[in-house]
C-alpha cells in the first residue's frame, strides 16, 4: 500500500523545468517537438519578462481536424498558483510544418517559473513551461 501511495505521487508531481528547445522548419521553438510549442529562441527578444507584451505564434501537432476549433491558454504560476488568461482564440491552418497555428500576444505578471496549459475544444493538448526573467 505505501508503495501504491509512493508511485503515485511521483507520478503526479509536476517537474517545473523550463521546456525544451525545438527546431521546425526555419525556426526554434519551446515546448514539445511534433506536439506543441511556440517560436522562441530564449533570445533577449522572445524572453519572458514581467509585463512585458510580446507576440508569439503556436504551433500544434498530431491532428489535421484541429483549425476551427477554439483555443485557450491558461498559465499558472509555480511561486503563487495565481492563474492568468494568456489566450482565447480559434485555431488556424497548417503553418511552419505544423498541422495548426495560432498567433498571439502574451505577458506575464511576474518571475518565476509558469505551466502554460493550452486547450483545444476545452480539452487539455499539452503544456509549456518557461521562465519570466527579472528586468
Not at 511521483?10 to 521546456?19: L, M, P, T
Request: hydrophobic share 35%.
Amino acid at each position: 500500500m505505501i508503495i501504491c501511495i509512493l508511485v503515485l505521487v511521483a507520478c503526479n508531481q509536476d517537474s517545473w523545468k523550463e521546456s525544451t528547445l525545438f527546431e521546425s522548419g526555419s525556426y526554434t521553438m519551446i515546448g514539445e517537438k511534433d506536439k506543441i510549442g511556440f517560436i522562441y529562441d530564449d533570445s533577449e527578444v522572445t524572453r519572458f519578462f514581467p509585463n512585458k507584451e510580446q507576440k508569439y505564434m503556436w504551433h500544434l501537432w498530431g491532428s489535421e481536424d484541429l483549425p476551427g476549433k477554439p483555443f485557450k491558454v491558461i498559465a499558472t504560476s509555480q511561486k503563487t498558483d495565481e492563474e492568468v488568461s494568456l489566450v482565447d482564440s480559434v485555431v488556424g491552418g497548417s503553418n511552419n510544418g505544423a498541422d495548426a497555428h495560432i498567433p498571439s500576444m502574451m505577458s506575464l505578471p511576474h518571475s518565476g517559473m509558469w505551466k502554460l496549459n493550452a486547450y483545444v475544444d476545452d480539452k487539455l493538448f499539452g503544456s509549456v513551461y518557461v521562465k519570466v526573467h527579472s528586468n
